[in-house]
C-alpha cells in the first residue's frame, strides 16, 4: 500500500509552507502506520525524500519493519550535502527552476508544467503529466498555495533531521534494496552507491537508462528485486 504524508494528498495538511514537524515525526509516523495495520514487520519503501524517511524510520523503530528498499535518495537530509556525495547537476537544475511557474490553480497547466520539468530531468514527460494531474486531484481544494506546495514538495525542502542519521546506517540490520537511475541529475548516483555501502548487506540496482523516476520498462524488475528481500 501507499500512504500520503503530512500536508499531502488526502492526508491532513495544517501549513505546508510552514510545516512544524521534522523528518523525524515523519519517520515514526511510517512506524505507527506499520504496527497498525498488521502486527508482523512491513516492508518499507521510499522514493526520493521519501527514501530519506525511510532510512530514519529503519534505524529508529528497526522492530516496525522487515525489509528496506531506497530509491532515488541520498543519505542526507534536504539541503548542503558533505564532500564526498555528488550534489544536484547544477546546470540540470538551473534550467529546472528558471521556468516561470504555472497558474497552479489550473489543472491542465500544473500537469504540462510536470512534463516539461520530467524532460528536463531525463524523465518521461508522458508519466509526469499523468502523475501531476493524480496529484492535483488528491490535494484537497484548488487553492493555489497548496497546490503549489503539494506538486513541488515544498514541505519536505524545508524538514531537517538533526543530528545527521547517516553515521547509524551501519545499524540497519534488515535486508535493504539501493535502487538508483545511472543518469539521475537530482541526486547523482553517487549518493546511491553511498547507500548500498553504508547499509551493511544492501544490494544496489542501477537502472542503466533511468534518471529520477523508476520508468515503467523497469517496474518488474525492480519489483522482482523488492520480492527477494
Known amino acids: 500500500m501507499r500512504y500520503d504524508l503530512r500536508d499531502c494528498g488526502a ?44 532510512q530514519v524510520a529503519a534505524i529508529e523503530h528497526p522492530s516496525a519493519f522487515s525489509a528496506l528498499t531506497l530509491a532515488g535518495t541520498r543519505p542526507v537530509a534536504p539541503g548542503p550535502v558533505p564532500h564526498d556525495l555528488p550534489d544536484h547537476a547544477a546546470a540540470t537544475i538551473a534550467r529546472l527552476f528558471a521556468r516561470p511557474f504555472p497558474d497552479w490553480s489550473d489543472r491542465t497547466a500544473v500537469a504540462e508544467f510536470a512534463a516539461a520539468g520530467a524532460e528536463i530531468l531525463g ?25 503549489m506546495a503539494n ?20 545499524e540497519i540490520a534488515v535486508p535493504a534494496l539501493v535502487v538508483h537511475g545511472r543518469h539521475d541529475p537530482f541526486f547523482p548516483v553517487g549518493n546511491g552507491e553511498a547507500l548500498a555501502r553504508e547499509i551493511p548487506g544492501a544490494r544496489l540496482l542501477v537502472l542503466e537508462h533511468a534518471s529520477t523516476a523508476i520508468p515503467e520498462a523497469a517496474a518488474a524488475q525492480v519489483a522482482d528485486e523488492m520480492a527477494l528481500l
Open 11 to 54: 492526508s491532513t495538511t495544517v501549513d505546508p509552507q510552514a510545516p512544524a514537524y521534522t523528518l523525524r515525526d515523519l519517520a515514526t509516523d511510517a512506524a505507527a502506520l506499520a504496527r497498525a495495520l498488521d502486527d508482523r514487520p512491513a516492508h518499507l519503501a521510499g522514493v526520493g525524500v521519501g527514501g530519506m524517511v525511510a
Open 151 to 170: 506538486q513541488l514538495g515544498l514541505v519536505f525542502s524545508r524538514l531537517d533531521c538533526k543530528p545527521s542519521w547517516r553515521r547509524y546506517l551501519p
Open 123 to 147: 524523465d518521461d514527460p508522458d508519466t509526469a503529466r499523468s502523475a501531476a494531474a493524480r496529484k492535483w486531484d488528491r490535494t484537497p481544494g484548488t487553492d493555489a498555495a497548496l497546490q
